[in-house]
């Protein structure tokens, strides 16, 4: 069974920081490029951050120089640092999973956890 769960979350004034973290199990982990997202009331769900099998990344322009993800392919966990906190990142933060297999789609999620950040 494959589960992703995300932690992390919380409330923190503007300008402050949090550290999210996905925590995958039941996947072969070094085989998934991993990313988070994340959903705003009213909103669709927008890309934050990915990092692929070969630990390349890639950011949303909103998020350049203050966010930061990572793998940790040891513990199967994906961090994501979040610095500098706006109130436009409050949202539900989701963490995917896609096999990086060229031909086969295969995406898990996780439940989401709440970041909201106070001005």
Avoid: H
């Amino acid at each position: 069974q494959v589960q992703l769960v995300e932690s992390g979350g919380g409330l923190v004034q503007a300008g402050g920081s949090l550290r999210l973290s996905c925590a995958a199990s039941g996947i072969t982990f070094n085989l998934y490029d991993m990313g988070w997202y994340r959903q705003a009331p009213g909103k669709q769900r927008e890309l934050v951050a990915t990092i692929a099998t070969d630990g390349s990344t890639n950011y949303a322009d909103s998020v350049k120089g203050r966010f930061t993800i990572s793998r940790e392919n040891a513990k199967n966990t994906v961090p994501l640092q979040m610095n500098s906190l706006k109130s436009e990142d409050t949202a539900v933060y989701y963490c995917k999973a896609r096999l990086a297999i060229t031909g086969i789609e295969r995406d898990y999620w996780g439940q989401g956890t709440q970041v909201t950040v106070s001005s």
